[in-house]
């Protein structure tokens, strides 16, 4: 998995300077007490099992089409995140996710573009992929076994969107791309951007190797050129270490992301995912 690679050799020279850090008291190198409930430096690696819900409208300032809202089969989704400590209190995370859906609907069924239609036997295609990553900075209330972060950062998106649809009818209808008898519209879309973020976190040690975490974001970006819109996220779980270094971390999470794009083309997607996210996680 090249992102987590990647991830991994820059986490190395931080794990370095943390490898005589123990997790869960005084930190001999730096004469400083670490929460039993962070760690000096973490990465894990999973997947995001979930069961996403898309709708996507297409077009442009005089006619559009929606998809309404379509649920898709459960996948994983390939996540990584990581997190690190400068002195006690002041933490730098980040977090990565990919989402790729093909989705095909065939039928009888009617396309309207204002005054225009198209009607008797249609179907949809639709490629999508979405890439989100974050990259945050928390400053951590607390020393004891329950300790609460807030802080800012910026997140990154891109979605990338194929259309195809077809009608089997005569269809003249230029602004939705419909000419002659074939009935057919295809586009492909491709935009990204990034935007400011919020972030909160609580962490619980029930134990030296066992710990509660909730963690929530939202990243959201304003104006009316190219890709704007919002992207929230949260989840709840606990993790476990049957080794002092490595352990598996379980939780449920959701996420909503909404998306639009004042221009020809892609003009709005709206991605609802929720499920588990199982992962394996190394601390130094």
């Known amino acids: 998995m090249p992102l987590a690679l990647a991830a991994g050799s820059a986490l190395l020279p931080l794990s370095a300077l943390a ?25 894990s690696v999973g997947a995001y099992y979930a069961e996403p819900k898309v709708s996507a409208t297409v077009g442009n300032n005089f006619a559009s089409f929606n998809t309404g809202d379509v649920r898709a089969d459960r996948k994983a989704l390939p996540r990584i995140a990581g997190e690190f400590l400068i002195g006690d209190n002041h933490g730098i995370s980040f977090e ?43 400053y ?23 259309t195809n649809a077809f009608a089997a ?11 002659s008898n074939n009935g057919r519209f295809s586009r492909q879309d491709s935009d990204d951007a990034v ?4 972030e909160i976190g ?19 970006k304003g104006g009316s050129s190219g890709v704007h819109g919002s992207i929230y996220n949260a989840q709840l779980g606990a993790e476990w270490f049957p080794w002092r270094n490595v352990g598996v971390s ?8 909404d998306l639009k794009r004042d221009e020809p083309g892609l003009q709005g997607l709206r991605v609802k995912f929720q ?7 190394a601390r130094f």
């Open 250 to 257: 379980l939780a449920y999470a959701v996420t909503d992301v």
């Open 19 to 43: 490898q005589s850090a123990s997790p869960m008291a005084t930190d001999p190198a730096l004469g400083t007490t670490v929460s039993p409930a962070l760690d000096r430096v973490s990465l």
């Open 275 to 281: 499920g588990p996210v199982a992962a394996v996680k």
């Open 169 to 179: 009818a005569s269809a003249n209808l230029p602004s939705l791309g419909f000419y």
């Open 202 to 220: 609580v962490r619980h040690a029930i134990s030296p190797d066992l710990r509660l975490f909730f963690d929530a974001s939202g990243i959201r």
């Open 96 to 138: 990565a996710f990919r989402y790729s859906q093909n989705y095909s609907d065939y039928g009888s069924t009617a396309y309207t573009a204002g005054p225009f239609g198209v009607t008797g036997t249609a179907g949809l295609n639709l490629n999508f992929d979405l890439d989100v990553a974050r990259l945050g900075y928390r």
């Open 195 to 198: 935007a400011p973020m919020l």
């Open 140 to 162: 951590w209330f607390g020393s004891g076994n329950t300790v609460f972060g807030v802080g800012a950062g910026i997140g990154y998106y891109k979605v990338k969107l194929e």
